[in-house]
Each structure stands twice: as C-alpha cells, then as structure tokens.
C-alpha cells in the first residue's frame, strides 16, 4: 500500500515519508508538495528508492 507521511516538528520543520513505493516513483509523488512547501534542506532515501518497481509486458500471439 502506498502511503505519504507528514509530519511538522516543534520547530516548524516538514518531513515527508513515502512508504509502499519502489524505485523513483517516491520523487514524483512528492515533487508537488516540495513545490509548494519550499526549499528541500535535505533528503534521505530509503532502501526501497533502489529496489527496481514491478512491470510487467504481456505479448499476445495472433493466429494468421
């Protein structure tokens, strides 16, 4: 399941959490947010950031 965490701190800081994703599909959920809440002071990726994401292509064969 995906899933986006935010958390505020005492401080005013914003941490964003992405959990459920694999690969850098995390940055494209997230890049409207850091848009709009501002600079990005840092930026840590999990395990899961470079574990590839599942695709997968089925090829159907015609009958002539």
């Given at each position: 399941?995906?899933?986006?965490?935010?958390?505020?701190?005492?401080?005013?800081?914003?941490?964003?959490?992405?959990?459920?994703?694999?690969g850098a599909?995390?940055?494209?959920?997230t890049?409207?947010?850091?848009?709009?809440?501002?600079?990005?002071?840092?930026?840590?990726?999990?395990?899961?950031?470079?574990?590839?994401?599942?695709?997968?292509?089925?090829?159907?064969?015609?009958?002539?």
């Open positions: 399941m995906e899933e986006i965490k935010i958390t505020i701190t005492n401080e005013g800081q914003v941490v964003i959490e992405v959990n459920g994703v694999k599909a995390c940055k494209e959920l890049k409207n947010l850091e848009k709009v809440l501002g600079d990005v002071v840092e930026s840590k990726k999990k395990t899961e950031f470079y574990e590839q994401g599942v695709t997968t292509n089925q090829q159907q064969s015609q009958k002539s």
